[in-house]
């Protein structure tokens, strides 16, 4: 078991090392394109963090534990806001000023809600995964508009472009996104094969195993980002990579299940666990707009975070 727990935290280093070397080359090289900032990160920045997910879920499909991935979407969606926002928040309030932000949110709760009813009947069907892959490849358009008509002074503009590589060559961007792409996968069937194994040895079911292990795993790149990002100052980033990334893994990771082994999945899923990241993706708008109008997510609102993730964490292992 102990060889398992180093083979899973090697994994773990080795999927959040690639996933970042990918988002670098290919953020890189779209703006050696000549693409805008804010583009790359609503779009490239958020697909690169939902990349270990999207990675590991098609991973566990592909090995039949469809749970484990459903559990790793619903997981990390729940952790992210939960746990990374929640912590956070508590080390310095988040302002909320980007309307682009604002305008991503309501798009977040509807694929909240549209997860929420495909799963809320324990199945997840093939014609449901098409829906979330070609709903992600939508999202993505749709947030390259949102982007392309934000103001020129919206603060995520300027803190989008201060994080973005600069002149970086492009056959390095290009080796760095080839590097990323061959890791990704690599690092992620090491690691979701040894997190079944340390599931089954404690005698954990699959789908516990992708909502926790795989879940807070995935979500660590999200938590560092988040906390470095609001000790810069730079608040709307750090939350807009979470609501992004939040999109991304309902509709690209939820797909990898339903396209690759679609059928009935556990039925606390439908019970407890929608519910849940229903509940703290509630949360989150709410205190994103709290009824001061003061647009912050204070320190006692992200305690609050925090306590339901704990919560929710000793309902599940208890």
């Known amino acids: 078991m102990i060889i398992e727990a180093l083979i899973f935290i090697a994994g773990l280093v080795a999927l959040s090392w690639s996933a970042d070397r990918f988002v670098f080359g290919a953020s890189a090289l779209a703006n050696s394109l000549g693409i805008s900032p804010m583009v790359i990160g609503l779009t490239i920045v958020a697909m690169g963090s939902s990349a270990p997910e999207i990675?590991?879920?098609?991973?566990?499909?592909m090995n039949n534990n469809p749970n484990t991935a459903v559990g790793n979407a619903i997981g990390s969606n729940i952790t992210n806001v939960?746990?990374?926002?929640?912590?956070?928040?508590?080390?310095?309030?988040?302002?909320?000023?980007?309307?682009?932000?604002?305008?991503?949110?309501?798009?977040l709760m509807a694929v909240t809600l549209l997860a929420v009813y495909?799963?809320?009947?324990?199945?997840?069907?093939?014609?449901?995964?098409?829906?979330?892959?070609?709903l992600f490849f939508v999202s993505i358009g749709g947030l390259t508009l949102i982007s392309l008509k934000a103001d020129k002074g919206d603060p995520l503009q300027a803190e989008t472009e201060e994080e973005l590589p600069k002149n970086v060559p492009t056959s390095r961007a290009v080796v760095w996104v080839l590097v990323g792409l061959i890791m990704l996968p690599v690092s992620a069937h090491f690691m979701v094969d040894s997190a079944v194994e340390i599931a089954r040895?404690?005698?954990?079911?699959?789908?516990?195993?992708?909502?926790?292990?795989?879940?807070?795993?995935?979500?660590?790149?999200?938590?560092?980002?988040?906390?470095?990002?609001?000790?810069?100052?730079?608040?709307?980033?750090?939350?807009?990579?979470?609501?992004?990334?939040?999109?991304?893994?309902?509709?690209?990771?939820?797909?990898?299940?339903?396209?690759?082994?679609?059928?009935?999945?556990?039925?606390?899923?439908?019970?407890r666990d929608i519910f849940a990241m229903l509940l703290v993706t509630g949360l989150l708008i709410a205190f994103s707009f709290n009824l001061r109008g003061t647009r912050r997510i204070n320190r006692w609102e992200g305690g609050t975070l925090v306590a339901c993730y704990l919560i929710y964490c000793y309902y599940l292992l208890a």
């Not at 990675?55 to 499909?61: K, L």
């Open 55 to 61: 990675v590991v879920s098609a991973t566990a499909s």
């Open 82 to 107: 939960a746990l990374v926002l929640g912590l956070t928040a508590l080390l310095k309030p988040l302002m909320v000023s980007s309307s682009t932000i604002r305008r991503e949110m309501p798009v």
């Open 118 to 134: 495909f799963l809320s009947d324990r199945h997840l069907t093939h014609v449901e995964g098409i829906v979330l892959i070609i």
């Open 201 to 271: 040895f404690f005698g954990m079911s699959e789908l516990v195993i992708g909502l926790t292990i795989i879940a807070l795993g995935t979500s660590l790149p999200e938590l560092a980002a988040s906390i470095a990002g609001v000790l810069k100052g730079e608040d709307d980033l750090a939350l807009g990579n979470i609501i992004g990334s939040n999109i991304f893994n309902l509709l690209a990771v939820l797909a990898m299940p339903g396209l690759i082994a679609p059928g009935l999945i556990d039925e606390n899923v439908a019970t």
